[in-house]
């Protein structure tokens, strides 16, 4: 089946430690993004990139980084200069500039 | 970054009462886009709006696009407990900058039976 999967659903680290979270699409989308939800919040953009090799910062970059060596794949970083890492991340996907988004299942990360 | 305000943030209905949800932009987008987002779970396309003054119906649902490019709203018709969950709009913005596709903060529908 065709979507765009995100590994773990939850995760758990301790506070100093860099983590990074997956997202893999089989959906042939040049378009990736991350996307941070906080508890009754909506979403706010980390990071997104149109095509591979090519990533811009969203509105909330600080202490996260990417990478995009592959179509497939962009996985986040969260680092330990993100100062407030828990919350709900959102990674999602589209063909082209301006066309629906296909969302992952989420991480939820919880930082101790 | 963009500025996209959405209002309310909340809303509680009776079960067939009406509810309204509405986007506003500080900058003329290229396409609006809904998504709705159930407790748990990840946000789900619905519909994206692409002219100015354009109007769609799935069902219950009606989604306006405004004039200039810069609102639009979501009506749900006799809401039904299954329309419970968080409404949110999406836009990108018409100034060639890429699909940085940013969302409103949501609308939380709660449908009391």
């Known amino acids: 089946d065709g979507g765009i999967t995100q590994s773990p659903k939850y995760l758990f680290r301790k506070e100093g430690q860099n983590v990074t979270l997956s997202c893999e699409q089989n959906?042939?989308?040049?378009?990736m993004y991350w996307y941070r939800q906080d508890p009754g919040q909506g979403l706010r953009l980390i990071y997104y990139?149109?095509?591979?090799?090519?990533?811009q910062k969203g509105d909330i970059a600080e202490g996260y980084s990417v990478s995009r060596e592959k179509k497939e794949s962009f996985p986040l970083t969260v680092t330990s200069a993100q100062k407030n890492p828990t919350a709900f991340y959102l990674c999602a996907s589209s063909l082209t500039d301006n066309t629906e988004a296909f969302f992952g299942q989420g991480t939820r990360l919880t930082v101790v | 970054g963009q500025q996209v305000m959405q209002i309310p943030q909340y809303q509680h209905v009776q079960e067939g009462e009406d509810f309204t949800t509405y986007c506003n932009s500080s900058?003329?987008?290229?396409?609006i886009q809904w998504y709705k987002q159930r407790p748990g779970g990840h946000p789900v396309f619905l519909i994206q709006l692409v002219k100015s003054g354009e109007v769609k119906k799935q069902k219950r649902l009606t989604f306006q696009f405004g004039e200039a490019k810069k609102n639009s709203s979501l009506h749900i018709t006799a809401t039904q407990t299954t329309d419970v969950g968080t409404y949110f709009c999406a836009e990108n913005p018409d100034n060639n900058a890429g699909n940085m596709l940013t969302f409103g903060g949501g609308t939380r529908l709660m449908v009391k039976p």
């Open positions: 900058t003329t987008l290229s396409n």
């Open positions: 990139s149109q095509i591979v090799n090519d990533f």
């Open positions: 959906l042939n989308h040049d378009a």
